[in-house]
């Protein structure tokens, strides 16, 4: 979002962001100007305790964490958003689709605004596997039923944010149809950072739903440090668990051991915060541990990327060309490490079944066949022919009528 903002900055449009509090120093390190909003309600302090609680779940039990988590986040915003709105003096917005329910507000206001979803787009159709299953592309009535079934399941955990909306819309006299999927989503403009062709095939979506490819660029991010002088010219496995679900020690074990198990590789692992790098042990000496790395400065050296299916890091992988094993853990991760089986750009293994052995048995298929290399080379290029930063812009711009 942050390099989206940077894009329509360069266009000569005034942009600003409103965030919660844990949000904006990053933000205001990228060179975007911000706007703290819910500061009482929603301390930094809170979001980190449950972003830690987060970070040791997987499976439904985090998806149900997640879902409570955002209702929190959601009464919030909802009593709050509109005052930092009128003292910004925002005319459009841009929003955050994970914020679930958060269109009511400008809905209310009578203000345009377009979602842009960063992860995978949730679709409540039943026409593809939700976004939290990891289920296979297909269209038998079996699987169609399935599709619905995990809709209905979704739906079940979504309560506390539905609730939280339903209040809102009662209480400013709003007439919302909540039989639709999502009756909130932007009519003008839904934006998926998901290449078209990285997503299962299917024309079930919405007129105003548009691929635009990845929105990522090198500019305004933090840079963190990295050994660079540790390298040793070896085909690099770069590992990363992202920045939620990066709590489970023995889950960057098992990483660590199946990696030094693949002969004439290096490996580098970032763990993020929820653990120090010394609760890593490794038994190379060339192995590097870091808490945060450079990833895409890492991803343009690797030969393999070890991920949790996280959308970024999926979409960086594929943008540099480079196959990749996938451990997902929960929420949209299951359904990208899917897609990118579905794809033949890599492998993915349940994080419930996670072994070196079969974490190393993964790692080798893919880098010791060329086919996985040769279909992400595919979509490199299919990748590098649509600018998805300029692309988004666009759309932004035909749907407010700049």
Sequence with gaps: MTTLARGLQSRGHDV??????FAVAAIRAAGLPCIPYCEKELPIERVAALHKGLSQLEGEEAVEFSFIALAELLRAALDQLPAAIAAAGIDALVMDVTHYFLGLVPMHLGIPYVHVAPGLPLDLSGATPPRFFGWPFETTPAALERNRAGVR???ELMKPCTDAAKKFSKKMGMSVDWSEPDPTISKLAWITQMPQEFDF?????PPQ????GPIHGEVGRAEAPFPWERLTGEPL?????????????????TIVEAAERLSGFQLALAIGNNLGVDQIKTSLSKTIV?????QLKLLKRAALCVTHAGMNTALEALTQGVPMVAIPVTNDQPAVAARIVHHHVGESL?????TPTLLHAAMSEVVGDASYQRQSQYFKEAIARVNGLDEAAKVIERAFGL
């Design 16 to 21: 600003t962001f409103i965030a919660f509090p």
């Design 350 to 354: 349940p994080i419930k079944e996670l």
């Design 237 to 253: 496995i770069y590992a990363s668990m992202g920045t939620l679900q990066n709590g489970q020690t023995e889950v960057f074990q």
């Design 153 to 155: 399941r979704i739906r």
């Design 209 to 212: 739903f548009r691929y635009t």
């Design 201 to 205: 095939p299917s024309d079930h979506w």
């Design 290 to 294: 870091v808490n945060h790395a450079p």
